[in-house]
């Protein structure tokens, strides 16, 4: 016996602008009955009884509908509307390995930070930022300036690549810093070892590569502000930054200020020429300074094409210590210095670095081509007040058309170009690539110790990378380098007293002749990079060389900052090395370690060697530092271990190592001078999100153990051992649609008094800087 079905709920689904939705899922809850709407988004259900029943409606990119129908009639008719399913995701990171991938594709040593390690390890300077890397030094200079030293190894030695491009100063003076601003930095690359194969002359030590920030995303405009004080020197600045991009065009612009006064050190007193100096409350008076540093960028970026210019400006004016330069430290006036630890008086320095660069790469079939054009104007000036020595006159003259306190002034301007072409064949990546550099340097001031010169380098050089297979990349590079050098003749601008008795006479000496000197080299680099799994083994060979500069070969005049007369030698031929790199690793789920020895040879390197002879025609007695060569032995060793001990919390051991040798010379079996102790730096950290508006919370502390400096070369002096602390800490703050980034610092947590051997003042005697609580914040600005 069959029974009719009496009822029917038939319906329509559409979407909120009235358009029928095709294949949804309707269903009757408690029944088995399924149906799914036509073209037209209608659907029937045939029903046995009235009563209530629950529909749920479901489709693909809308929202779940459930409804509750009571059906009375034999038929009844219902429209639903659709809403669409919008997901809101949280902020997505896409990160990258491209730091791994690197890592195990070059041969040489890298090292690699970003943004937020900086910040977080915030020092005075860039370098000074940087220096907790294992095998990184600084010669700290002041509150504000720095060098880097790379393995023991610095000034003329190591090269900073800014943009793509060289960057040019005075790098070859101890009190000269960078001129490069840390804000406007997105990443560090360190390349350890001899680099010379692609960067030239100077790359003897290793490069450290400045990556510009990213091009913004499309139709963006962005930016943050940046906020930070210092408690030591009472430092405050600020960063701001705007960015933003259309489809093809974009801009990227920035703005820096930094204030700060005498910094002060843990110690009551120094000592320059065996005369003590009372340090007022442990400050090191007339070390204050000023920055202000302005970028901008602008370029086109397309799929086969991207030109970008880089602009920028920094300016820095900043104090000497008062007591450390020149010949007379008691003529300094203490009570006019204490008075203002903010006040920039004599001695002091201004610097002022212009910056001009273009990047443009393009495609074309296989080839990617990379050309950089760049000009650098770096204007520095050194300034004191006018004090006698050796023949010059007690007052300065009228006539003089330099001021009466233009101590120094250095005027260079820098023209610059690099080629390079990238190909890849089968397992072959190629780089073909050209460098060319030509420097112009003017010289002024009523002193004199290095000669106004211009100078012009050439070098080509082809790289091959080749896959062997998935385990194995083999390298090989070979360069070739031409250099020339014209150094001005500089004559006194005094009289100086000849001879004695009847024959005593007088004469404008000559402090450096006229000179050209021609350089050419061919160097050279093979290595191979080996990953199975876990394990990752890698090793450089090869040869670099450096032009010797205009100071090593025709200074010849008192070192204010030193207390030296230095003499150069027009003789010397350009410094060899030879090098070998390895690299061994191990990375697990749960820990990691790398160790790096290295052993390095000159048969030719160049010193500055202190003589038992004495200036009195300049130099009001000065001890006489002559360059010389000499074969020197370098050894030493990197090590890093970490450890992640549970969630969040991790362990890490930074050590290194360094032993030299100068095997012949006037000082064979002495160590190089400024050669780094070995030392261990101890972490522990631990990070965390503290809540939904509270995330990426860290705290973290480290203990740095340095042993004594016993291997010294005279008139260095030994360097005590000792232990420090900094802590950091930090958290991103959720404050509306923005994250806020706060990061502390307490750096030498316990006030330790020690000396640092690789610092400019280790000379006199002067400890670091005491304690320093830093604070840095991050406002971003996004708007879309």
Known sequence: MLFAQEYHLT???????????????????????????NSEGLFNFGLSSPGWYRIQITLAGYKQLTRDIQLITTTKSLVFVLDPLVHQLDEVFVKDNLMEI??????MNVETVKRDFLIKNLGGSLMKSLERLPGIKTIGIGSGQSKPLIRGLGFNRVVVVDKGMKHEGQQWGADHGLEIDQFATREVEILKGAASFVYGSDAIAGVIELKPPLIPLANTISGAVDLTGKSNNGFYGTSVNLDGRSNKWFFDSRITYQNYGDYQVPADSVHVYDY?????????????????????????????????????????????????????????????????????????????????????????????????????????????????????????????????????????????????????????????????????????????????????????FVYDKFKLNDQIWLHGAIRYDFGRIDMDRYDDWFPSQLGTGAAQGSAYLTRSSDLTRNFNSLVYALGMNFNSGAFSLKWNAGKSFRMPI????????????????????????????YQFDLGLGWKAERWSVNFSPFYNYFPNYIY????????????????????????????????????????????????????????????KGYVLPFSPPASVLFNLSYETDLSPKLKEAYLSIDYRATARQ???????????????????????????????????????????KYLNHTSFYRLIELPEAGRNLILSVNIPITKK
């Open 608 to 667: 500055l060697n202190p003589t038992a002879t004495h200036d009195y025609f300049y130099g009001a007695g000065n001890q006489v530092f002559e360059y010389a060569q000499s074969r020197v032995m370098r050894y030493g060793a990197e090590l890093q271990a970490k450890v992640n001990v549970f969630k969040g919390l991790t362990a890490e051991v930074l050590g290194e190592y360094l032993y030299s040798k100068q095997l012949s010379g006037d000082k």
């Open 11 to 37: 319906g329509k689904t559409i979407s909120h602008n009235g358009h029928p939705l095709t294949g949804a899922e309707v269903r009757i809850e408690g029944l088995k009955q399924v149906s799914k709407t």
């Open 550 to 577: 205009a100071k090593e070969l025709g200074a010849n005049g008192v070192n204010y900052h030193y207390f030296s007369y230095e003499k150069g030698n027009a003789n010397l031929s350009p410094e060899v090395s």
């Open 102 to 107: 690197r890592s195990k594709e070059e041969s």
């Open 710 to 752: 016993d291997n010294i070369v005279p008139p260095e002096k030994k360097t005590a051992g000792y232990s420090i602390f900094n802590l950091q800490a930090g958290t991103k703050i959720q404050a509306g649609e923005r994250w806020i980034s706060i990061n502390v610092q307490a750096q030498n947590l316990l006030n330790t």
């Open 276 to 460: 003590a100096v009372a340090l007022k409350n442990g400050y090191l008076r007339n070390t204050a300074g000023r920055e202000t540093n302005l970028h901008f960028t602008t370029g086109y970026v397309n799929e086969g094409i991207r030109s970008i210019f880089y602009f920028s400006n920094i300016y820095n004016k900043s104090g000497f210590f008062a007591n450390a330069h020149g010949l007379e430290p008691r003529r300094v006036d203490a009570t006019l210095h204490d008075a203002s630890a903010r006040d920039i008086l004599m001695p002091q320095q201004e610097v002022n670095h212009f910056k001009v660069i273009n990047r443009t790469d393009f495609k074309w079939g296989r080839h990617r081509f990379k050309v950089d054009l760049g000009y650098q104007h770096n204007f520095r000036q050194e300034f004191s007040a006018y004090v006698n020595h050796g023949y010059m006159p007690a007052i300065y003259p009228d006539y003089r058309q330099e001021p009466s306190d233009l101590e120094r002034e250095f005027n260079k301007q820098v023209y610059s170009a690099n080629f390079k072409d990238q190909i890849a064949l089968g397992n072959h990546e190629l780089s073909f690539g050209l460098n060319t550099e030509f420097q112009n340097n003017k010289i002024s001031g009523w002193s004199f110790l290095v000669p106004a010169f211009r100078q012009i380098s050439q070098g080509t």
